[in-house]
């Protein structure tokens, strides 16, 4: 990626009048974390390309990467001007009005995008944040099981079946599995001793591997804490649920 930025900016030094260099140099610069170039390059882009719906999407991207969300939202606004059709950049929007706080809007756009032809599983993966930010936690677990299908997540394989919720037999196991942050880990740990209030024999809370000891203070009786790497060494036997 070093190599591709050399190359577009020797041809922009070459002539600087290229708006598609600009706007490829932006892209490229906004996946390397440079945001504030990113934003001068695309905005050099779409002013010599003005009617470009994807570069002033691109411009959008760059600038919600950069925390600039009401500039992002009027960005994506103008490609949607230019090409209402498209169901990148309803998607595209729906992120931004969703980091700029309009829920509604974003949720609006998420089904633009999917009437569309959107399907790829982020649409489902982002719908589901903006659900949980709504307060609509039923649809938003639930939708946010599409984080499985999201490139590169690797779900752990427990050999153990999944529990869905439904209610557990008495004298059942479960292990409970961190796979979040340790602000994650630390604010859902709460709920591990309402799982053992309905009768489990026993609730294994399996944390990160150094983190055993922060998540057992105060654990009630039949709940135990143990390392991500322990529990792969020695897999809850059978009747366990994951």
């Known amino acids: 990626m070093e190599e591709a930025q050399a190359l577009y900016r020797l041809v922009l030094d070459d002539d600087p009048y290229i708006p598609a260099a600009w706007i490829n140099l932006g ?16 905005k050099r882009g779409v002013a010599l390309k003005p009617y470009d719906a994807s570069a002033w999407s691109n ?9 600039q969300y009401e500039a992002a939202v009027r960005a994506h ?3 949607l001007e230019l090409s209402s059709n498209s169901a990148q950049l309803h998607y595209n929007m729906a992120l931004a009005q969703r980091d700029l706080g309009e ?6 756009a998420f089904r633009r995008a999917e009437i569309l032809g959107y ?5 489902t993966w982002d719908r589901s944040l903006t659900q949980l930010l ?27 079946p999944d529990w869905d919720g439904v209610p557990l037999e ?7 599995w961190a796979e979040q942050g340790f602000g994650d880990t630390l604010h859902f740990a709460r709920y591990v001793p309402m799982l053992r209030a309905q009768g489990l024999a026993r609730v294994i809370f399996g ?36």
Request: hydrophobic letters at 35%; charged letters at 30%.
């Open 27 to 42: 892209v490229l610069l906004r996946r390397l974390g440079h945001t504030g170039p990113a934003i001068a390059s695309l």
């Open 103 to 108: 829920l509604d809007e974003a949720m609006d």
């Open 170 to 176: 008495k004298g059942q196991r479960l292990l409970v």
């Open 119 to 123: 399907r790829k599983p982020e649409l």
């Open 207 to 242: 944390c990160r591997d150094r983190w055993p000891g922060c998540c057992s203070a105060r654990r009630p009786s039949g709940v135990s804490t143990s390392s991500h790497a322990a529990c792969r060494a020695r897999m809850p036997p059978p009747r366990c649920r994951f």
């Open 59 to 67: 411009l959008g991207n760059a600038l919600r990467a950069g925390g």
């Open 134 to 160: 709504m307060g609509d936690y039923e649809n938003g677990f639930k939708n946010y099981e599409a984080r499985w299908s999201l490139p590169g997540a690797k779900r752990r394989d427990a050999g153990l």
């Open 77 to 79: 606004g103008r490609a």
